[in-house]
T-cell receptor, first 114, second 112 residues
Framework: SQTIHQWPATLVQPVGSPLSLECTVE??????LYWYRQAAGRGLQLLFY??????ISSEVPQNLSASRPQDRQFILSSKKLLLSDSGFYLC?????????????FGPGTRLTVL | DAKTTQPTSMDCAEGRAANLPCNHS???????VYWYRQIHSQGPQYIIH???NNETNEMASLIITEDRKSSTLILPHATLRDTAVYYC?????????????FGTGTRLTVIP
């Protein structure tokens, strides 16, 4: 069966510090991968998606970036965090070419920027 | 994507069936109905999806009306662990970008 991991689970970082969040998927090959952010009490905002290694599409211009160095690894980064980067970051995967939009989410990383 | 309308909140007694409605009167022929839920401080969890026919899995049943303008998610025997926000999403399959719009959903509270 497929599983998706995210770490760390929680993170408190000062403004201006760098960020690296990691997501890995097991049990599937060539998945579509997604990074979302959820602000407190709000819906999900798609940040990045990837259909393959090294292929990243950005949905929202901001000081975040994403990379996919391996088929089942997706990394979210920032060189300098802003207060507005606080939120709940979720990684998700979808079966490529599966014909449906079913997405499977990781447990999330709660980021607080102080 | 078709717009969906859900009640803001619902209560259900533990052990009883929870019936969560969703209206999607502008749904197109190639759009599926998806249900997800999000338990507090966790990532969203896929529950079930369907196109025309009613569907059932180990978690829930999905009843779609014949005209497809509304649907109902049924949790047959609600437990306290089913307390969550439930999201109804209607969309057609798309390659690549897949921005699932979760909206506000229905906050289900299961009462002991």
């Amino acid at each position: 069966s497929q599983t998706i991991h995210q770490w760390p689970a929680t993170l408190v970082q000062p403004v201006g510090s760098p960020l690296s969040l990691e997501c890995t998927v097991e049990g599937t090959s060539n998945p579509n991968l997604y990074w979302y952010r959820q602000a407190a009490g709000r819906g999900l905002q798609l940040l990045f998606y990837s259909v393959g290694i090294g292929q990243i599409s950005s949905e929202v211009p901001q000081n975040l970036s994403a990379s996919r160095p391996q088929d089942r690894q997706f990394i979210l980064s920032s060189k300098k965090l802003l207060l507005s980067d606080s939120g709940f970051y979720l990684c998700a995967w979808r079966l490529a070419g599966g014909g449906t939009d079913t997405q499977y989410f990781g447990p999330g990383t709660r980021l607080t920027v102080l | 994507d078709a717009k969906t309308t859900q009640p803001t909140s619902m209560d259900c007694a533990e052990g009883r069936a929870a019936n969560l409605p969703c209206n999607h009167s502008t749904i197109s022929g190639n759009e599926y109905v998806y249900w997800y839920r999000q338990i507090h401080s966790q990532g969203p969890q896929y529950i079930i999806h369907g196109l025309k026919n009613n569907e059932t899995n180990e978690m829930a049943s999905l009843i779609i009306t014949e005209d497809r303008k509304s649907s109902t998610l049924i949790l047959p025997h609600a437990t306290l662990r089913d307390t969550a926000v439930y999201y109804c999403i209607v969309r057609a399959y798309q390659t690549g970008a897949n921005n699932l719009f979760f909206g506000t959903g229905t906050r289900l509270t299961v009462i002991p």
